[in-house]
């Protein structure tokens, strides 16, 4: 449990966190990051790639969750209805909180829990602060000019990451 913004391992997007490396990791939860991660924002139909992904990655065995800053939003339960997936909503990332809620719901442990997300200063630092393993991958898509910002600022960040899958 540490203050850091540097993620455990790097993906260039949620679709290469194969199953086999989950297990490899001893990872049995994985806890994933809505917008940008699972769908690009205002969507509300996952890809059919994300739908296999995460299809392929429950049979596996690994279970799998949404966890989202999102507030009240039906696109939320339409993603996660679509994705055949729990959530929590207003996780309030970066702070450990609905990290705890996941695991007190789920009933797993932190050592065998993952969270994968496209943002360091939310979910990288939420993982890296509960104590459990990170996982960062590039944006499905960027529109907003802050979110371009940000992510230039999370740069030196992601490069630092020393597992780059």
Known sequence: MSFSLIP???FPDICKVTP???KEKGIRLLLLDLDNTMAPYGTVIPTRE???WAETVRQSGIETF???NNNGSE???ALSKALDMGYIMGAKKPFVSGINRA???LGFRHEETALAGDQIFTDVLAAN???ITSIIVRPIKIVNPLLNVRYWLEAPFRALCPNKM
């Open 8 to 10: 455990d391992y790097s």
């Open 20 to 22: 086999e490396f989950l």
């Open 50 to 52: 994300i739908a296999e």
């Open 66 to 68: 949404i966890l989202t």
């Open 75 to 77: 696109r939320v339960e």
């Open 103 to 105: 695991l007190d719901k």
């Open 129 to 131: 602060c509960a104590g």
